[in-house]
């Protein structure tokens, strides 16, 4: 079938079908909703795209994105200096913020350790979440890590390598989400709950 648009559409499709929730069909969609808002939509986006290219840097301290190092978390003098919660990911940094239930400092370890994957220790940022915690001052590291196999085996590896230096080394609770129906929650959902229940 002979293409119908120029190269110049198809990169800008292609592109776009590598972004994460993007496949083919809604990578073209979105090319021709950019295309057709071209003032206000394609020419501002590819603006704040190079800005951000250019201007984005890893934060040295904690892993974190953002346009200076260190990052506007690490900056911020009102967060507590004594909890540091460690995720697997900057989304997972963003989701815990946007809840708003902790003003913390974050450590991203960029991953979990994966046998499967060939993820060790060294791909993870951890020798930096060691120095952190060795450097003093830090009194609770909280581990929210996701509850897959990676992420509790992540957790146990973590917890050995900074129980050592006098730190409270906490996780997650694990069960029953807000709102959620026992006759719809998976069995590993369940007998977590049930193993971590607390007294009322
Ligand atoms: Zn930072």
Same mark, same amino acid.
């Given at each position: 079938? /002979?293409? =119908?648009?120029?190269?110049?559409?198809?990169? %800008?499709?292609?592109? #776009?079908?590598? !972004?994460? *929730?993007? &496949? @083919?069909?809604?990578?073209?969609?979105?090319?021709?909703?950019?295309?057709?808002?071209?003032?206000?939509?394609?020419?501002?986006?590819?603006?704040?795209?190079?800005?951000?290219?250019?201007?984005?840097?890893?934060?040295?301290?904690?892993?974190?994105?953002?346009?200076?190092?260190?990052?506007?978390?690490?900056?911020?003098?009102?967060?507590?200096?004594?909890?540091?919660?460690?995720?697997?990911?900057?989304?997972?940094?963003?989701?815990?913020?946007? /809840?708003? =239930?902790?003003?913390?400092?974050?450590?991203? %370890?960029?991953?979990? #350790?994966?046998? !499967?994957? *060939?993820? &060790? @220790?060294?791909?993870?940022?951890?020798?930096?979440?060691?120095?952190?915690?060795?450097?003093?001052?830090?009194?609770?590291?909280?581990?929210?890590?996701?509850?897959?196999?990676?992420?509790?085996?992540?957790?146990?590896?973590?917890?050995?390598?900074?129980?050592?230096?006098?730190?409270?080394?906490?996780?997650?609770?694990?069960?029953?989400?807000?709102?959620?129906?026992?006759?719809?929650?998976?069995?590993?959902?369940?007998?977590?709950?049930?193993?971590?229940?607390?007294?009322?």
């Amino acid at each position: 079938m /002979a293409s =119908v648009t120029g190269p110049e559409i198809e990169r %800008l499709i292609q592109l #776009l079908a590598k !972004l994460p *929730g993007l &496949g @083919p069909r809604s990578a073209r969609r979105a090319a021709l909703h950019l295309i057709k808002k071209r003032e206000q939509l394609l020419a501002p986006l590819g603006e704040a795209m190079r800005v951000a290219a250019e201007r984005i840097v890893v934060c040295g301290t904690c892993g974190n994105v953002d346009t200076a190092d260190p990052c506007a978390v690490c900056a911020d003098p009102r967060r507590e200096e004594t909890i540091l919660v460690v995720v697997e990911d900057v989304s997972d940094l963003w989701a815990l913020e946007r /809840a708003q =239930v902790i003003k913390a400092r974050y450590h991203v %370890l960029g991953g979990t #350790l994966s046998a !499967l994957d *060939g993820v &060790g @220790p060294k791909d993870l940022n951890l020798d930096r979440l060691v120095a952190r915690v060795a450097g003093g001052g830090v009194k609770e590291v909280i581990l929210a890590l996701n509850a897959t196999v990676d992420g509790q085996t992540t957790a146990h590896y973590v917890t050995d390598l900074l129980t050592p230096h006098g730190v409270s080394v906490t996780r997650l609770a694990h069960g029953v989400p807000v709102g959620g129906e026992l006759e719809y929650l998976d069995e590993g959902t369940l007998a977590a709950a049930l193993r971590q229940r607390t007294a009322l």
